[in-house]
């Protein structure tokens, strides 16, 4: 079970990834056609992004503690000192961010408001983000594999 909730918070994140850009480009081009789909794709970035702080959470709680001192043990210790640690206080910032981002995109959208720059430039930010925890995950998974190792 483990796996499968471990594979679960990735793809979560990288469905609010794609999300939160599909909204960063929608307001790029704004219409009033278009503002209920930023709208939706502004809460299916929230949701998705509370559901990979959800289920990683779960995960660190039931299981990292084995894989934690896999990595400390193992050859790439800076897997969790650097990146897990860098990750989880940087997370918290994501996750206001894609809680903000449905609030900022239900003001008016169309033509130049400034609420379509805010909305851009938080989706932005929730893009550039969420690509920086799926690399630091890699590092941490990196960690984990090689610790596992015979040394």
């Given amino acids: 079970m483990s796996h499968l909730i471990l594979l679960l918070h990735p793809v979560l994140g990288m469905l ?3 999300t939160a850009g599909w909204a ?3 307001t790029r081009h704004p219409e009033a056609a278009n503002e209920q789909h930023i709208r939706c794709l502004s809460t299916a970035t929230a949701v998705l992004v509370w559901l990979a702080y959800i289920v990683g959470g779960y995960w660190y709680v039931v299981y990292f503690g084995g894989d934690k001192a896999v990595i400390m043990k193992g050859p790439w210790p800076f897997s969790h000192t650097y990146f897990m640690e860098t990750k989880e206080h940087f997370f918290f910032v994501l996750l206001l961010l894609a809680t903000y981002l449905p609030i900022a995109a239900r ?8 609420a379509r720059h805010v909305v851009g430039w938080v989706a932005g930010l929730i893009v550039l983000l969420a690509l920086m925890m799926e690399g630091y995950g890699a590092f941490i998974s990196m960690g984990v594999k090689l610790g596992a190792l015979p040394h």
């Avoid at 003001?107 to 400034?114: E, H, M, W």
Wanted: no cysteine.
């Fill in 24 to 26: 960063f480009v929608e």
């Fill in 107 to 114: 003001d008016d959208l169309a033509g130049k408001s400034p």
């Fill in 16 to 18: 609010a990834i794609l």
